[in-house]
Each structure stands twice: as C-alpha cells, then as structure tokens.
DNA sequence: CGCTAGTCTTACAAAACGATAACAATAATA
DNA sequence: TATTATTGTTATCGTTTTGTAAGACTAGCG
C-alpha cells in the first residue's frame, strides 16, 4: 500500500503517517500542493489524503486537475472546513470521503481501509455468478447447474463479456471489439456464429434460456 | 440505478427517496430491519441507504450480514447516532460511508454519486423519465405505468428523441435526420407511419396521450 | 357546409436480419 | 509433417421489421 499525505501542517503530517504507518505500507508526505500534484502524476499511488488549504496549489484544483487527468486514485479530503459548502466543493471536485479536523485516527484509518478496499475490488474479481451460471477467471471454468460446461477460449471470452455486463444489451460492434479486438467490421457473421456456438453449450439440456438476441442492436444476458 | 433505502421514520424516508430520485433511478422504501435484509438478498441494488435503528434487525447486524453472504453493495450509513463509537462500528461493520442526523441533501447526493462512481455502475445518462414513461438505454426496456412496452427499433429511437427533448416540437425533418439519418425527403410518409406505431404502442390502453400531433410543424411529447 | 392539405391507418411487399449447418482455413499438437 | 481441434466463412432458410402506397380521416378555412 502506497499512500500520499498531503498537509502542510508538520505536526498533524506526522501523526497521519504514523497513523497510516499502522496499516502496513509507504507513507510519504508532501507539503507543497504544485508539488505534490507533479508527484502523483509521476507515481502510482493506492490512496491520497489530503489537506485542502495548501501553498502553491490548493487540495481543489489538486483533486480536480487529477481527475482531468483521469488518475481516479481515491482521495481522502481531511481539513479544518467544516461548512457544508466547502464538503460539498471537496466532494464534487473528486473527493471520495470528507473528514474534518480535528479527527479521530481510528476513523481516519477505517475510512482509508474502506476506500482501499473499493478500488481494489474491481481488478479483483475473479468469479463472476449469473443466476445458476458461475465463471472462474483463474481456472477458465464454467459451471451452470452444478454441470461443468467445455467452452472454447472465444466463447469464453464473450461470457465474460456477457457476465460482467448483465441485463445491458451488447452491440455487434462491443463484441468484435472486445472477444476479437476488432475496430472494423469483417463483413462476415462470425459474432452471430459465435453466439449460436455459445448458446448450443449454455442452453441446450438446460430449462431456461439465458442469451437474448435484441434484433438490430445485439444480445443481452438476462432473466426470464 | 436502483436504490434501496432502509428507514423507519416515514418523514425521512420519503425526504430521502425525493432526494435520491433526483439522481434519475429508482428508489424503493423498506421500514423493517428483516425485510430490508432478505430484499437485499434477492434484488440486486447499485446502493443501499441505511438507519442504524431499525425494528427487527438493527443496522449494523444488516450490514455485517449481507457482507458476510458477499454482497458487496455499497451501504451508506445514514444515522443519528454522532459518537465516534458508533461512526466506527458502522464503517467497520460494512458500511462505505457515514453521514449524520441532520443531515444536507446535497451531501447525501453527492456522497451517493461518488459510491456509484467508485463501483463502476457510474450515473450516466442511461435513463430517460418522462411522467409515468421510462425508457432504459442500456437494455432498451421501456415501461410505461409499470407495464412493459415491445417497441421496434426504429421505434424506440424515436422515442428517445422525444423524451430527449420533452415538451418541444419535433419537425419532421430532424425526425428523418435522428432515426434514418437522412438530409433528405424520402417522398412517402414513413415518418407519420413510424409515429402511428410508436403511439399504438405507447398510448393504446393508457388513459392519457403523450404524443400531438402540431399540424404542419411536427409532433411534441408532452402532458395533459 | 364543403373543400383541401395534411395526417392517420391499414395491408402488403420488400428488405434486412439472425439461426444454423456444412465446409474451409488456420492453429495446435503429437 | 500428419492429425486433430478450433475458429472463420459462406450459403440457405425462415422470420421479423420496415417501407410503400392507397384510401380514410380531420382540422382549419373560406
């Protein structure tokens, strides 16, 4: 866990660090906002908390120059502004979580567990469920019904596909970009072979039906 | 996106739902601990909003629960309880965040939107709202009072220009232009054809129209 | 009140689309 | 290199969706 203090006040730097210290990982403390902007750019970090009267750069335009930037690392705002005008400003402007000083470092600490935890989850899941349907991305195995289903590496990538988006209609196009990392159209049906190929194992011998096809547009994974 | 908030004091509850509704989604009410659990378990929510003092089961048992069954929603702890005790057995317990009793809907709203923003399900443009009429373009579901409409393709592009531009005229140039993408008069009449059928469909068995028709200019979704 | 231009409705034909099977090409494996 | 497994292509068929045109209808106007 890589974490970026940024604060100005040395005394309660310290104790953030060591507070954050406790949570196993790297603190690093920056006090000078246009600096501590150019180190996130340049470095990956897992979280950042920070104050929002800063000098050179205030936390605003920190958090939000971030974001424009599309670095989504979640941002704990901790400041001395307690209106709710200044919470809603650090909210809007790409604040996860806003804590007012004086504060306590057993919440600090829970508040930046939770949002570790938020952003690891998405890269982390590794079994994906759709009603009686499971897929395991580690061990490429797909299961409906207890019975264990043989796919081909192809169809397997379009139930992920279709598995990470439920109930969302997928285009042709989403698909030939995503299962063949396609940006043109090949001119032949492959994708609808595919879906037929994939329903014939998902479907077949079992009771309900789980692929849609939504006539001009694409195919849905749905219930019912 | 859907909502779930779970709440016993009618007053707040319906302030919430309000509120929450404005972030274009629906928003279900459940005033009982138990319920809001075992609803929990068979629906699948983007968010969940809840008071820790509920009958039958209390918050944090809510919480611990569902994050024990691996329903990860994010919760949002919405309490009157303000010691820094409480904060923390909620946050740790499975809740993402905590807001205070009384609270500013504004902070509600935003801390919502940076949830669903943090588990991907982001609050995009995704639904359209047109009084009792829904339109969904993720999986192109249109509902009309509760029932669901089979609109066509074409159908349901037009539709989605109207609730885009709700009470304004629709010529039938920008008609041709936004379903067919043509710059030009076809001739023949497949624009009033297409409006004919939109409306069997979307008026047909309903009390009130939705379409008018504005002789020589075009049409217009409107009410009354 | 009757005319007219614009609109609505219906039925039919044409076109588009998707399912599937059979075959071809390519890749993987021995 | 031969053999097999996997993936891609093409053709056909049935179905659904869409476009067209002809006639009925209606609002607005003289």
Chains 1, 2 share one sequence.
Do not use: H
Not at 30 to 44: D, I, K, P, V
Not at 68 to 93: C, F, H, Q, V, W
Not at 106 to 130: C, D, H, M, Y
């Amino acid at each position: 866990m890589r974490c970026l203090v940024v604060e100005d006040d040395n005394e309660i730097a310290t104790i953030v660090k060591q507070g954050l210290g406790e949570l196993q990982g790297d603190v690093e403390v920056e006090s000078n906002g246009r600096r501590a902007y150019e180190r996130a750019l340049t470095n990956q970090y897992d979280i950042i908390v920070l104050d929002l009267m800063l000098p050179e750069m205030d936390g605003y335009t920190f958090a939000k120059s971030l974001r424009e930037k599309e670095i989504n690392t979640p941002i704990l705002i901790l400041s001395a502004l307690r209106e709710l005008d200044d919470r809603l400003k650090g909210l809007s402007m790409g604040g996860d979580d806003y804590l007012t000083k004086p504060f306590a470092m057993a919440e600090l600490q829970i508040r930046v567990k939770n949002l570790l935890k938020r952003s690891q989850k998405a890269s982390e899941i590794t079994q994906l469920v759709f009603q009686d349907l499971k897929l395991n991305r580690l061990n490429r195995e797909v299961v409906r019904a207890g019975r264990k289903l043989d796919l081909q590496e192809r169809e397997f990538v379009l139930l992920d596909l279709f598995m990470s988006n439920p109930n969302k209609i997928i285009g042709k196009q989403t698909i030939l970009k995503e299962v063949w990392n396609y940006d043109f159209d090949p001119q032949t049906n492959v994708v609808d072979v595919l879906v037929c190929r994939l329903r014939n194992k998902l479907e077949k011998d079992f009771p309900t039906r789980l692929i849609y096809t939504v006539r001009g547009v694409g195919y849905v994974l749905k219930s019912t």
